[in-house]
């Protein structure tokens, strides 16, 4: 085999770029890998550090107006004419039960409604997420047709916001093979919800500051 031999202007060349092989190879085995390339690292995490504190500090700074939102929103929620007038689920039942004794006393037009029975249910858990507690009534009405619409849609569309479940309508056969114009005999649920106790909103927890040290990097 014959070597072939390089001209000097071919020979610097091949030195040049030998070199520059060596000098890239010798960067990334001695410098880059052990220095350039963790300095690189604690600058990201640096970086990272900073928008952290930035965060923080942020939230720090708007503590004040959220407590005095919360303060707000939990001062109108005890105000709201929504709820029930009253904070204990008992007392609420009873009022519940008037409220219904009411309704049907002014409800009379076209026909009679009376309240033939009505007694309170135990307090009915709260739903899975719901943050409030109902109050429960049973009731037994006999009544026309047209005011039983009026006192349902009475009690369904005003306020506080009560909710009908379990209706059951019937008329006794007995009393209808008696007359031919007998009440209706309704039964239904009543609930509402109970008008959450007014309390001092809890302070928002402290929230860290990351600590930036004096000389860290640019």
């Known amino acids: 085999m014959k070597m072939v031999r390089l001209n000097s202007r071919d020979s610097r060349i091949a030195a040049i770029a030998l070199l520059l092989l060596v000098l890239v190879l010798g960067y990334f085995l001695l410098l ?14 640096m970086v990272d550090l900073r928008d952290t504190h930035s965060r923080y500090a942020a939230a720090i ?3 004040p107006a959220l407590q005095q939102r919360i303060a707000a929103l939990g001062a109108g929620q005890a105000a709201s004419s929504a709820f029930l007038a009253e904070d204990d689920p008992n007392t609420a039942a009873a009022d519940l039960m008037q409220r219904v004794v009411d309704v049907v006393g002014t409800s009379t037009h076209g026909g009679s409604c009376v309240v ?9 858990p709260a739903t899975a997420g719901e943050p409030y507690h109902k109050a429960a009534v049973s009731i037994s009405l006999s009544c026309d047709i047209e005011p039983l619409a009026t006192v349902l849609q009475a009690l369904e569309q005003g306020t ?7 209706l059951s309508i019937y008329r006794n056969p007995v009393a209808a093979q008696q007359s031919n114009v007998a009440p209706l005999e309704v039964q239904f649920t009543l609930s509402g919800y109970v008008r959450p106790p007014h309390a001092a909103s809890p302070a928002a927890p402290a929230v860290g500051v ?5 000389g860290a990097a640019q």
């Open 32 to 45: 880059h890998w052990w220095f350039v390339a963790p300095l690189q690292q604690i600058r990201s995490e």
């Open 61 to 63: 700074a708007e503590k």
């Open 116 to 124: 033939s029975q009505k007694m309170p249910m135990p307090n009915p």
């Open 160 to 166: 506080p916001y009560l909710f009908i479940d379990d």
């Open 210 to 214: 990351v600590p930036m040290e004096a």
